[in-house]
């Protein structure tokens, strides 16, 4: 689904002229289907864009398309059901959100919160479960019961049961080791080639770098710049500002261009980077 971001400001403070804005004149085009990577420091407001989006947060001023539905600051909360199905978010640590006393009910919860029926929901939740990595012998066991990994799991199979076209993550890795971290990144992955679009805020360079197809960069509530993220990665004025940090492979590469090679533009995966270092050898 295609989300479109029309001068959206929000101002959590709307009494108090000065108060930094959450959001400030935000224009930006999220592509249907595609893979895009919200990033930025702390507090730069990529939390306040993606609550946006299933209308979580209204704006104070300028609106959102998310598909052909519109929100604005007159959008009310009744009737939010069919976007909140369509726009499944992912929080930061979703495990907090997990309450039922089995992973199933767990995963059913949310579909049945959409009205689809128990039996369907069960359904779901056995597929689900399986989607994320899990054995569905976890489905009759407490949530609590569960590694920190395996809750992050099946909290993500309940965002997952309902379908949602729009998947948003809100770094749905911290905190977990870089196996867990290569597994969940890879899913999403998936769910985007079977024709999902993929929204995550992260502050993991080389996740943007492996797994993004766009890039958005916030700063002081402002966009200040979207690309692929190879154009954002050797955007010399962002890393002259010091507004973001580059993947490991490009500060690898800089390194390396202090000496022995000379990169037109910096790699910023591993295998970018080895591909270049081996033509560059073979002095092609
Ligand atoms: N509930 C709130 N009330 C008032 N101000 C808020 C609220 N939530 C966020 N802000 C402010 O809005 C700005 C943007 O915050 P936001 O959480 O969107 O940033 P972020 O980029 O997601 O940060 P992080 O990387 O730490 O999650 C910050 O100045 C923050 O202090």
């Known amino acids: 689904m295609e989300i479109i971001f029309k001068h959206v400001t929000h101002a959590y403070e709307a009494n108090n002229p000065l108060a930094a804005l959450g959001l400030d004149d935000v224009s930006v085009d999220i592509k249907d ?5 919200i990033i930025g420091k702390t507090g730069s407001g ?7 989006i299933n209308a979580l947060l209204k704006p104070t001023d300028g609106t959102i398309m998310v598909g052909d539905r519109e929100i604005n600051a007159e959008t009310n909360n009744k009737n939010l059901k069919p976007l909140r199905k369509n726009v499944g978010m992912v929080f930061q640590f979703p495990e907090s959100q997990l309450f039922e006393d089995t992973v199933e009910k767990d995963i059913m919860f949310g579909p049945m919160n959409f009205g689809v029926s128990e039996e369907d929901a069960k359904t779901a939740a056995h597929d689900m479960i399986k989607l994320v990595g899990l054995d569905e012998k976890y489905l009759s066991k407490s949530p609590f019961d569960l590694s920190g990994g395996q809750m992050r799991r099946v909290a993500i199979a ?3 049961a309902t379908h949602p076209e729009t998947i948003i993550l809100d770094e749905p890795t911290a905190g977990l080791d870089p196996v867990g971290r290569k597994e969940i990144m890879d899913l ?3 769910l985007q080639s079977e024709g999902r679009t993929i929204i995550l805020i992260t502050h993991n360079m080389d996740d943007v770098a492996n797994y993004a197809d766009e890039v958005v960069v916030m700063h002081d509530g402002k966009k200040i710049a979207e690309g692929t993220p190879m154009e954002v990665f050797n955007n010399q004025k962002l890393l002259t500002d010091d507004v973001l940090t580059l993947p490991q492979s490009a500060v690898f590469a800089q390194k390396l261009a202090q000496k022995y090679f000379k990169f037109d533009q910096l790699p910023i995966t591993i295998s970018d980077l080895s591909t270049e270092i081996k033509r560059q050898l073979n002095g092609d």
């Open 188 to 190: 999403f992955k998936n």
């Open 46 to 52: 990529k939390s306040t864009l993606v609550r946006h």
């Open 158 to 160: 309940g965002v997952l």
């Open 33 to 37: 289907k595609k893979f895009t990577a």
